[in-house]
């Protein structure tokens, strides 16, 4: 009786149990250094604090977070197989990303399919979040933008006649163009002039911007990836315009900062990491200590959120997964977090507001954040 006594009091205690999270990224390519590694790094980031502090504490029993990856091509197929591999084969109780909306739609299916909850960081389009119960989002939508750009515009800016170019392609910059027409208009604004272009076209827009600019615009929006901004901009300038260009988050501020021709140009972003607001202060703050040399970027601010507020969720859901997790994370008290400050209403996309930024000459200037409404 006294050797098993001895024994058992020298046994190791049993290991606490887990809350696996499982993280899609494209972590080689082009997306690689904007968008893949950052998340991956915040992600890290996210769990070594939370597990230096306790983990989750879920009903009752601190659970430590253990943080799986999988990598994806850029495609929503693959996309779908990472999911299914987390799910099927690492068991995860719940997946984070991917950031770009197509492969966050591919993902989003197989995690409603299998009832497992799923946060998308950076992905805006409704297509993720529709008629799903499992799959929440942290960016704005895709058309959100263009209702803060159209208030902005006529508000602030006192614009009355805008022009808009886009892609007839792209149902992303379509919902942008169309909800701020809606918007302006309403404020009592006039869209005189809306054209399409296709991008397979042999040449470029000039003969739409032609067209647009008889009208006499006061602004131009543009909601278009920037590797078409570039040359759009440089048309309309052409052509004789000279008021301000409106951009979406497709812009690349980044790639276009330096330029002359897109002074004074406002553009709607997710994030502004300069923010003084204390979510954003304290995640660079950490950031910069942990990866020295290390630019923070919105994918990662919004996926270190996604990470945190899993772990919250859980905690109030007394459930490391399942719908009770996915139900949890769609509620609860507004949250201060790197990305952005949010409220929860019950479904998949959260009330949060909309950065508006000014490109001057090689600096980003900060105008205001506006809520979506």
Not at 113 to 127: D, I, R
Not at 246 to 256: K, M, P, Q
């Amino acid at each position: 009786m006294m050797v098993a006594s001895v024994l058992a009091s020298c046994a190791s205690p049993p290991p606490p149990p887990i809350l696996r999270i499982g993280l899609i990224g494209v972590f080689e390519g082009p997306a690689r250094n904007a968008s893949g590694m950052p998340a991956r790094l915040a992600a890290r980031m996210a769990v070594d604090e939370l597990n230096a502090t306790g983990g989750a504490l879920i009903d009752g029993v601190s659970h430590r977070l253990v943080l799986i990856e999988r990598e994806t091509a850029n495609r929503p197929d693959a996309a779908a197989a990472a999911a299914r591999a987390l799910i099927n084969l690492d068991s995860i109780d719940v997946l984070v990303g991917p950031q770009f909306s197509p492969l966050a739609i591919a993902a989003g299916a197989v995690a409603e399919e299998s009832q497992v909850p799923l946060v998308a960081p950076m992905a805006s389009s409704p297509k993720v979040t529709a008629k799903r119960s499992y799959v929440m989002r942290l960016a704005f939508l895709d058309a959100d933008q263009g209702e803060v750009l159209a208030r902005y515009a006529f508000d602030s800016l006192g614009l009355r006649r805008t022009a808009a170019l886009f892609s007839a392609a792209s149902e992303y910059s379509r919902g942008v163009v169309e909800l701020y027409g809606r918007t302006f208009t309403a404020r009592g604004g006039r869209m005189v002039g809306v054209a399409t272009y296709h991008v397979d076209d042999v040449g470029d827009q000039g003969m739409q911007i032609r067209q647009l600019m008889r009208n006499a615009p006061d602004a131009v929006l543009l909601p278009n990836f920037s590797v078409r901004d570039t040359s759009q901009v440089r048309l309309f300038r052409a052509a004789g315009f000279r008021g301000p260009f409106l951009g979406s988050d497709a812009w690349d501020a980044i790639a276009l900062r330096g330029r002359q021709d897109i002074d004074g140009s406002i553009i709607v972003g997710n994030w502004d990491g300069r923010s003084d607001r204390e979510g954003v202060r304290t995640f660079r703050d950490r950031w910069n200590a942990r990866y020295l040399g290390e630019r923070p970027r919105a994918t990662g601010a919004a996926t270190y959120d996604a990470i945190r507020l899993i772990a919250r969720a859980a905690e109030r859901a007394r459930a490391s997964g399942g719908l009770a997790l996915a139900t949890a994370l769609r509620s609860g008290a507004p949250f201060d977090g790197a990305f952005a400050y949010y409220r929860f209403n019950g479904s998949g996309d959260p009330i949060r507001g909309a950065t508006l930024l000014e490109m001057d000459r090689d600096s980003l200037l900060f105008r205001v954040t506006l809520s979506p409404r």
